[in-house]
């Protein structure tokens, strides 16, 4: 296996554990389990390199597509909410800052959300988050 080959599955087993963690949260609290969608994992994983690249922490930089406008452009007809984090170095400790804030809460625990996807970015300024949610 070549070496971005290996990175890339690092880093999508690091994101799939992001989304057991978050189900974990979900099923404390008897809601059903969110599945993975690649096309949101996509946008998620271009906002999260995007934000990297620019040395931007926002939802939309300026003169950039809505976190809306990014899953409908990956072709997800249906998005739901975004939570974004910088920095945190686990699944396990970026999934507990997003359950320590109430708006990234409310769109974990989203009765109404089925789907998920979640991208990470990885470079010399720490890791970069994104969480894409859809109905």
Do not use: C, Y
Request: charged share 20%; no cysteine.
């Amino acid at each position: 296996m070549a070496l971005g080959s290996s990175r890339g599955l690092v880093r999508t087993q690091t994101e799939d554990k992001v989304v057991r963690l978050v189900n974990v949260e979900r099923a404390k609290r008897r809601l059903g389990p969110l599945h993975i969608d690649e096309r949101l994992r996509s946008a998620a994983r271009w906002h999260s390199a995007d934000m990297a690249r620019r040395g931007f922490f926002a939802h939309q930089a300026t003169r950039g597509p809505s976190p809306f406008e990014r899953m409908l452009a990956a072709g997800f007809e249906d998005p739901g909410g975004e939570n974004i984090a910088a920095g945190q170095e686990s699944p396990a400790s970026v999934v507990h800052a997003w359950m320590q804030s109430i708006p990234h809460r409310a769109n974990i625990l989203n009765a109404d959300f089925r789907f998920i996807g979640v991208g990470l970015h990885i470079d010399a300024t720490g890791p970069w988050w994104t969480q894409n949610f859809g109905f």
